[in-house]
């Protein structure tokens, strides 16, 4: 494992040893309060966030979750790798903005009443810290769903502070009709800063300098951090154990899965078409279809499709699966299929190397970056292009052969996109310190 302060020297920016690296969590903190388990973005984050605060003292991670402060570094150290047991106890921090307490439940009231309390108390007294000139501030999730957050990091750059900057799609620009809400204006707002911005792809840095060009905004460094194949807190290519209770009317049956929110998007309503054709054709020789993922945007064809299914049809619905189920869904089904339109990344065709499975994928935008020589891959506009994809890997021979590829290939891990991120850290810090006049830099280095 990487060390952020081996990298940083004796100091971060100008203060001194102590100096610390601002991580901003505050939508892990939204998600949680409204869902028990993480979308793609989330787990993105959360896997870099710990290699981050794993490696280093000074790695502050922070929430700023209605406009509260909180240090989150006790939650992540004590939560390891159990995501669903962090989402509980961010629900445990911050009360549930929905939620109304009921006269038949006393306790209910009593700990809501308690949060919303609490919550009060440390808006007042809990303030972020005045971010400064060699100060670094490093955003990595959905800056445009907090409107504090976007203002955090004007302050801290026209205060000269370093901002380090993820950008994981530029989809409320390049493709609105995709979005459930209109951000455009937040990435606008983030993409006019003099931020170090950092994508995962050269097709997301291709995306990014045409943005900034239209914009007319000053040069800005960018550079290109692939994300991982792990599937994190699994070893590779592992097998299937026992399927979760829920999934157990699965096991036994040869299936093919699909990973993803279900919103427009993803293509899920032309997928089940496919589907439904396939099995007019093929008849009982047709895997079933796994969907999983939770409920998105603007696909309600699709989730009245799903909605409506029968338990014993050749499609099945795995609403909102915790992280052990989609590993058990990975490990256990024949291939994925990712019909997606548009992807920043793609994280389950990554995910479904990593258990040795080959995948059915879409051939847009970032997606071949992540699978390589190692998927099919198929135009996600047309049926007949998906359709030839599932039927040449229903092949066994033919998956035979992916999966020996599969096996043989280099694939990344979390700890390799953190040391990554570190190196870029380090080296803002580096110059942090060297743009300081001499008289502070002399004070820094005696701190």
Known sequence: MFLVG???GPVVGGRGASSPLYLDLSDIVEHAVWHATGAGIQRVQLEAARGLVHSDPNVVPFSFYGN???DLRTVIEETGSDNERLHARLRGYFPYPGAQPSLFEPRQTTRLAKARLGALRDRLVRRPPRLQAGDILFVGGQFWMS??????????????ANLIVLIHDLIPLTHPQFTGHDFAEQYWRMLRLPAHFIVTSSFGASELEAARKGLGAPHAAVSVVPLAHEFPGALRDAPPLDPPT???HLAGSPFVLCVGTVEVRKNHLLLLSVWEELEAELGQRLPKLVVAGRRGWKADAALHKLDALPRSGRIVFAEAPSDAALGWLYSACLFTIFPSLFEGWGLPVGESLWFGK???ASNTSSIPTVGGDLCVYFDPRYPAAIK???RRLLDPDVRRSFEAKIEAAKLRTWAEVASDLGGIIAAKGRRALSALPRRGR???ASS
């Open 6 to 8: 081996r990298f940083f």
């Open 68 to 70: 509260v402060w909180r």
């Open 147 to 160: 409107k504090a957050i976007t203002k955090l990091c004007q302050r801290a750059a026209a205060r000269g």
């Open 246 to 248: 829920e999934l157990a």
């Open 358 to 360: 080959s995948c059915a």
């Open 388 to 390: 030839a994809a599932v």
């Open 442 to 444: 002399l004070r820094a």
